[in-house]
C-alpha cells in the first residue's frame, strides 16, 4: 500500500515537472515568435507585414518612452492596454534591438521638465466620481529615441493610426538621409504656407519640405527627391524645360494638374463657374501617353455639396461635379491606390490616354469613374455651369468611364532634345536626354488636397483624399513600405448605388409596402377564423 502510494506521488511529481517544462518551452517560444489571431476588419490590432519587415531589419537599439499617467480616466484605460499590446507585438518583432520604458512624469518634477522639453503637453480629462465631475491632468506622449535623434508623438488619442505614426517616427530616425519634397512656386500655385497647410503638415511628419521656384530659371535643387507640380497657371519654356531635366536626372514627379479655371468661392456662394484652361504640360505629357483635357467630369456617383443661394440659407445636396469613386474604380494592383475605398475629387479633368512609341515606359490607370459618367466642355471660352441648381444633364448614349489619374514608370525621352535650351534658363549642364529609371503621377485636378475643400474635415469625411496624395507621395519617394499601414486603418462602407428604377421600387414599398402587409395579415386572419367557425357549426 505504502509502496503504491509512494508510486503515485512519484507520478503526479513527474507530471508536474513535465507540464512546467512544457509551460516553460511554450513561453520561450512565444517570446520569440508572435503569435495573434485579430478577427477586425483592416487587421488593425496587430502589425501589417511593413512594419514587421522595418521593425525586424532593425540593426542598432531604438528606445520608445511611453509618458503615459498611471492614473487615467476610465474611459482611456483601454486606450492604455492596446498600446502596451501594440508595443509588446513591436517588441516581439525588434529581435532584441527595440527598448520600451514605461514613465509617469507625475512622479518625478525632473521628469516633468524632461517631458516639457521634449513637447509632449499635460492633457486635460474629465473625470467623474461620486456625482462630480472634475478635470484632472496627465500625460498621454510617446518619444522615440535614437542616437541624437527623436521622432515625438505628442498625444495619443486613439489605437487606430498609432502604428503608422509610431512606425514612421522610427523609420525617420533610423534613415539617414531625409527625403525632401519640393512644390513647384511662382506662378499662382496653391501656397504650401495657406491653401495646402494641412498636408504640409502631414508631410513633414515623414519629410522635408520646400517651396522650388524656377521662374529665374535656376535648376530644382540636387537634394529635393520628388517635385509636386500643382497648379500653375501658367509656365514658360524655361519652367518646362526644368521640370524636364528634373525628370531626366530620375526625381519624381506628382502632376496635379487642373483643366478649367474655378472661380474663387466666396461666402455666400451665388454664382459658381469656371473657365477653360491651358495646360503647357501637355506637349511634354504628349510623350507619355497622357494628356489632361480641358472638361469637367460629372458623375452618378458623386458627394454632397453645401452651399449658400443668400445669406443665412444653407443647402446641402448630391453634386455630380464632385464625383465619388469608391473601391471597385481604382486599380487594385497598384499599392498607391490598391487599399482604398473611397476618393471625392472637386470640379476634376479627365486625362486622354495616347498611344505613345517608347517601350521602355510602363502606363498605369490608377482610378477611372463609374461607366456613368459624362463631360461637361467648353469651347471658344465659353464658361462651365458649376451651380448647383442648374446641372446640365448628360446627352442620351454619352455616359461611359473616363480616367482620371495615371502613373507613368521606367526610361523618359526628354521632350527637349532636339530642341535649343530656352533662353532663361541658366545654363549649368547640357541637356539630359533620356532618364533614368524613374515615376511620374498625372492627376486632373489640384484642389482636392486644399484647406478650402477638406477644411474641418480633414480627418473625417475627406480623409480618403489625403490618403491617397501621401501614398503618391510615399510611393515615388520611398516605395512601398508606409502605405499599407495608413490605408487600411479607415475604412468606407457606402449604401449600394441605385439606378432610378430601383429609387422608385424602394419608394413604393417604403409608401405602399407595410399597408400592403397589414391588410394581407387582417385578411388571412379573417379567413382563418371564418373556416374555425365553420368548423364549429
Not at 485579430?38 to 528606445?63: A, C, H, Q, Y
Not at 518625478?108 to 467623474?128: C, S
Not at 487599399?339 to 486622354?352: A, D, G, H, N, Y
Request: net charge positive; charged share 25%.
Amino acid at each position: 500500500m505504502a509502496v503504491s502510494k509512494l508510486k503515485r506521488s512519484t507520478n503526479y511529481l513527474i507530471l508536474t515537472i513535465i507540464t512546467l517544462a512544457i509551460l516553460a518551452v511554450i513561453n520561450f517560444l512565444s517570446s520569440r515568435h508572435f503569435f495573434r489571431i485579430d478577427l477586425s476588419e483592416g487587421k488593425i490590432f496587430t502589425l501589417s507585414p511593413s512594419t514587421r519587415r522595418l521593425i525586424s531589419e532593425l540593426d542598432d537599439l531604438v528606445t520608445i518612452k511611453v509618458y503615459f499617467s498611471k492614473k487615467l480616466p476610465s474611459y482611456l484605460v483601454n486606450l492604455q492596454h492596446q498600446v502596451e499590446d501594440l508595443l509588446d507585438e513591436y517588441h516581439a518583432y525588434a529581435q532584441g534591438n527595440l527598448q520600451i520604458e514605461f514613465i509617469d512624469p507625475a512622479e518625478d518634477p525632473k521628469i516633468k521638465e524632461t517631458v516639457r522639453a521634449l513637447g509632449i503637453p499635460q492633457v486635460q480629462m474629465r473625470v467623474i466620481e461620486k456625482d462630480r465631475r472634475q478635470i484632472v491632468t496627465g500625460y498621454l506622449g510617446m518619444a522615440v529615441l535614437y542616437e541624437d535623434k527623436k521622432e515625438i508623438l505628442p498625444i495619443v488619442q486613439q489605437i487606430s493610426n498609432l502604428e503608422y505614426e509610431l512606425t514612421g517616427a522610427i523609420k525617420k530616425v533610423t534613415t539617414r538621409e531625409i527625403k525632401t519634397l519640393g512644390f513647384l512656386s511662382g506662378h499662382g500655385e496653391p501656397d504650401i504656407d495657406n491653401e495646402y497647410q494641412l498636408i504640409r503638415k502631414e508631410l513633414e511628419k515623414q519629410y522635408r519640405v520646400r517651396k522650388v521656384d524656377t521662374t529665374k530659371g535656376e535648376f530644382v535643387p540636387e537634394e529635393v527627391n520628388t517635385l509636386v507640380v500643382a497648379g500653375p497657371k501658367e509656365l514658360g519654356e524655361q519652367d518646362k524645360y526644368i521640370i524636364d531635366q528634373f525628370l531626366m536626372r530620375g526625381g519624381k514627379l506628382l502632376l496635379l494638374l487642373d483643366g478649367v479655371n474655378v472661380f474663387k468661392l466666396t461666402e455666400p456662394f451665388q454664382i459658381l463657374q469656371a473657365t477653360p484652361r491651358p495646360q503647357p504640360l501637355n506637349d511634354l505629357l504628349s510623350g507619355y501617353g497622357i494628356r489632361v483635357n480641358q472638361d469637367l467630369i460629372l458623375d452618378r456617383s458623386m458627394a454632397n455639396f453645401s452651399y449658400s443661394p443668400q445669406r443665412f440659407i444653407r443647402f446641402s445636396l448630391p453634386y455630380p461635379l464632385f464625383p465619388r469613386i469608391t473601391k471597385k474604380f481604382f486599380n487594385q494592383e497598384n499599392p498607391v491606390v490598391s487599399e482604398l475605398e473611397l476618393l471625392v475629387l472637386p470640379w476634376t479633368s479627365s486625362l486622354e490616354i495616347l498611344t505613345q512609341d517608347n517601350p521602355d515606359l510602363k502606363l498605369t490607370e490608377l482610378f477611372k469613374t463609374t461607366d456613368r459618367a459624362w463631360v461637361q466642355s467648353a469651347s471658344g471660352g465659353q464658361r462651365f455651369e458649376l451651380t448647383p441648381q442648374r446641372q446640365l444633364p448628360p446627352a442620351p448614349g454619352s455616359q461611359r468611364s473616363y480616367c482620371l489619374a495615371a502613373a507613368v514608370t521606367g526610361r523618359f525621352k526628354s521632350f527637349y532634345a532636339d530642341k535649343p535650351i530656352p533662353s532663361m534658363v541658366k545654363k549649368t549642364r547640357e541637356t539630359i536626354k533620356e532618364s533614368s529609371p524613374t515615376q511620374i503621377i498625372v492627376l486632373g485636378n489640384s484642389s482636392f488636397i486644399s484647406n478650402n475643400f477638406m477644411g474641418n474635415n480633414f480627418i473625417r469625411q475627406f480623409s480618403f483624399n489625403a490618403i491617397f496624395f501621401l501614398n503618391a507621395i510615399d510611393w515615388l519617394t520611398l516605395g512601398e513600405d508606409l502605405i499599407g499601414i495608413r490605408s487600411r486603418v479607415v475604412i468606407d462602407r457606402p449604401l449600394k448605388e441605385l439606378s432610378e428604377p430601383e429609387k422608385r421600387l424602394v419608394r413604393y414599398l417604403g409608401i405602399g409596402g407595410m399597408p400592403l402587409l397589414v391588410i394581407g395579415f387582417g385578411l388571412i386572419r379573417f379567413l382563418l377564423r371564418r373556416r374555425e367557425k365553420a368548423k364549429l357549426v
